[in-house]
């Protein structure tokens, strides 16, 4: 059987395990449920597993072919905090959680390709590494998985490539592909402001860190764009504003709380350093101070062009071209590109299709109303496959 074949005669089972993982919803680094079920599901298929940051797993599925390169496959496992609204038959039976952003799907794909690799060994060479990560939707699963082994030594990585999936509103039936850039880094920047306080009525005998605030949210703005190459996109937000107690008195201190999305790591890094040092002089400048830390959080996602002619490929191979439509960069993050340890190994994921506006699935990831077509299943299955496969037989 071809693996498009298997992967059809697994529609029932692949639904199924969908189905449970979207009606037992579970959050990040609290996926033991999640965890437990996956475990059973792969000792049923006669594969051993490790275990790292708390709930993650790791299965390697080596090939009789003889040895040869290893490729990383990765599914995250983790739901939002959100109350799902929808009407299907599988709601979350967990209040206030949901699989909003298609783990569920990820998780179901991935048990699919361990189910076709496992049966077909002979039919590869070298070693599939698949790896279900905890924590994606944070505060991020892939590093402590990194940390603790999963993929060999940082310095001596155990894997050549990554590969992975994501399921979105677009078309059922389809997969899209980006060259280069797919996600963004994500930062956070906490601003905490010290004036001096007093009365509404007499400003000058204080220093408004209110006023202050105000001054860095449009500062910040003119700042970058005059500052960072606007060929390479970025995007600043002040997410948050903390300060003051009543409305005549003039706060001791305000805090601000900011993201910051780079595509660059130039970029990212010459903002590190010059953000903090510009944030110190405009409160410094209105009498005040400011303490600044910069939090550095999800890697930029750059998909490799040789993994996605490989992915591309594979899907035509199976589907056909018509199935292969041009995919966008975000400025959204995602952790799984951290397995590409800061670029040194080629990484790429792909959005996976799984809207139906027939069937009402037309709602973006993180909504309350999110549900995906069932029907996209034995073709994320099948791509997933046919690449890993792909690129492990090649030189």
């Known amino acids: 059987m071809t693996i498009r074949e298997i992967s059809e005669s697994l529609r029932d089972k692949l639904v199924e395990w969908r189905r449970h993982f979207h009606m037992y919803p579970e959050l990040g680094f609290e996926e033991v449920e999640t965890s437990k079920y996956v475990k059973e599901q792969l000792t049923e298929l006669g594969l051993s597993y490790k275990e790292y940051a708390k709930t993650g797993l790791t299965v390697e599925i080596e090939s009789s072919a003889g040895p040869g390169k290893t490729v990383l496959i990765r599914a995250d496992m983790d739901a939002l905090p959100l109350q799902e609204d929808t009407d299907a038959v599988y709601k979350s039976k967990h209040d206030g959680k949901m699989h909003a952003c298609g783990h569920d799907t990820h998780i179901a794909c991935l048990l699919g390709v361990a189910t076709i690799l496992s049966q077909k060994r002979s039919e590869f060479k070298g070693k599939a590494l698949l790896v279900f990560q905890p924590a994606e939707e944070g505060p991020g699963g892939a590093k402590p998985m990194i940390e603790e082994g999963a993929v060999g030594d940082v310095n001596n990585p155990i894997h050549d490539a990554c590969l992975s999936l994501h399921v979105d509103n677009s078309p059922v039936n389809t997969i899209s592909l980006k060259d280069g850039h797919l996600t963004s880094a994500a930062d956070e920047i906490y601003i905490d402001i010290k004036g001096a306080g007093g009365h509404g009525s007499t400003p000058h005998k204080a220093v408004d860190p209110v006023y202050i605030a105000g001054q860095l949210i449009v500062g910040l703005q003119g700042f970058i764009t005059r500052t960072v190459d606007p060929m ?139 549900d995906i077509d069932e029907d996209c299943l034995p073709m994320g299955t099948t791509v997933l496959t046919a690449a890993a496969m792909k690129y492990l037989n090649s030189n």
Request: charged fraction near 25%; glycine fraction near 14%; include cysteine.
């Open 232 to 370: 390479f996109p970025h995007i600043l937000t002040v997410g948050k504003v903390d300060g003051g107690t009543r409305h005549n008195i003039i706060a001791e201190t305000a805090r601000m709380e900011c993201t910051l999305r780079t595509t660059n790591r130039d970029t990212r890094t010459q903002l590190s350093k010059s953000l903090p040092t510009f944030i110190k002089q405009i409160a410094e400048a209105h009498g005040g101070s400011a303490e600044v830390e910069f939090g550095f959080g999800y890697d930029i996602g750059n998909n490799d062009i040789e993994l996605n002619k490989i992915v591309r490929e594979a899907a035509i191979a199976e589907y056909g071209p018509e199935i292969i439509l041009e995919g966008e960069g975000t400025l959204g993050a995602e952790d799984y590109f951290e397995f590409g340890l800061g670029g040194k190994i080629p990484a790429t994921m792909f959005w996976l299709g799984g809207g139906n506006p027939e069937k009402g699935m037309t709602h973006d990831n993180h909504s309350n109303f999110f």
